[in-house]
């Protein structure tokens, strides 16, 4: 069993808890992930490690509320715990010897793509982040970037925080400025990666993307996270999560992302009326 020993609500949809698990935490590094059960009869759930405390023992997710798991995770409370919770898993961040990176974040993927921005400036590199979100209320970590970014470019669809417009609009314009990066490492959702990838190309610049796919054991055994890259099947959980940019086939990535939308929606709705039923029963 693993402990939280701490729990912060990011925004409305976003969740950030810190877990007891020090053989994880003693081995973990940036762009790695974990799987973990919330109890003896729940799914196994992929989550990124957004950070890590050698010192205390502790491995801090950060989860979206979009399905039955983690809405049963995000009632559990400091002091609770958690099954089972396993890693690291996957490969790391390549952060070494590089000279100046650009690290784009779009929603929640800022969760993944923080510390990749962090171990590179703990490296020495110069860091440019452009963090992206739809509106004020959805933001996270704005804090956390602005201490391991050398520059800090923040964007958002209706302009109600930093700048308005998309995250490709500010990479364009960093690189139009004549920023000559190592490379672009870019986290979020398909189709933000798809179109900075795009951009990339444009003046090939070398782009690294953090994929997410449905995943089960995350061994390589299921299946489940396949994806094609470079015309050639690769699996999420072994071979990644992190890919060439410019050789994902981000069109048929997209199109299985989807097959499960609907599922998850009627999963979350019934746990979340077995939670009010349970309250309103000790009323």
């Given at each position: 069993m693993y402990k939280i020993v701490k729990k912060e609500v990011l925004n409305p949809t976003v969740t950030k808890m810190d877990i007891e698990a020090p053989f994880v935490a003693?081995?973990?590094q940036p762009g790695q992930f974990i799987i973990l059960r919330v109890d003896e009869n729940g799914e196994r759930v992929p989550l990124t490690v957004a950070d890590y405390n050698r010192e205390a023992g502790t491995v801090t997710i950060i989860f979206q509320v979009v399905g039955a798991s983690t809405e049963k995770l995000n009632h559990k409370e400091e002091g609770d715990y958690?099954?089972?919770?396993?890693?690291?898993?996957?490969?790391?961040?390549?952060i070494e010897n590089k000279k100046k990176v650009c690290v784009v974040g779009g929603g929640v993927g800022c969760a993944i793509a923080y510390p990749v921005a962090k171990g590179l400036m703990e490296k020495g590199c110069e860091v440019h982040s452009v963090i992206g979100f739809r509106t004020k209320d959805l933001v996270i970590l704005e804090e956390d970037f602005d201490k391991v970014s050398t520059k800090c470019v923040k964007m958002s669809d209706d302009g109600t925080w930093g700048e308005k417009g998309l995250v490709t609009d500010a990479l364009r314009k960093l690189i139009e400025e004549g920023n000559e990066y190592d490379e672009v490492i870019c986290i979020g959702p398909l189709m933000m990666m798809k179109f900075v990838c795009l951009l990339t190309k444009e003046y090939n610049v070398k782009t690294i993307v953090s994929m997410n796919p449905v995943m089960v054991d995350g061994t390589g055994m299921c299946g489940g996270c396949r994806l094609t890259v470079g015309g050639k099947v690769k699996f999420a959980c072994v071979d990644g999560p992190e890919f060439d940019g410019h050789l994902v086939d981000f069109d048929e990535a997209i199109k299985r992302s989807g097959t499960y939308k609907d599922f998850e929606k009627g999963e979350r709705e019934k746990t979340c009326n077995l939670y009010k039923k349970e309250v309103e029963g000790n009323a």
């Open positions: 003693k081995k973990a958690i099954c089972d919770f396993v890693g690291p898993l996957g490969k790391a961040t390549d």
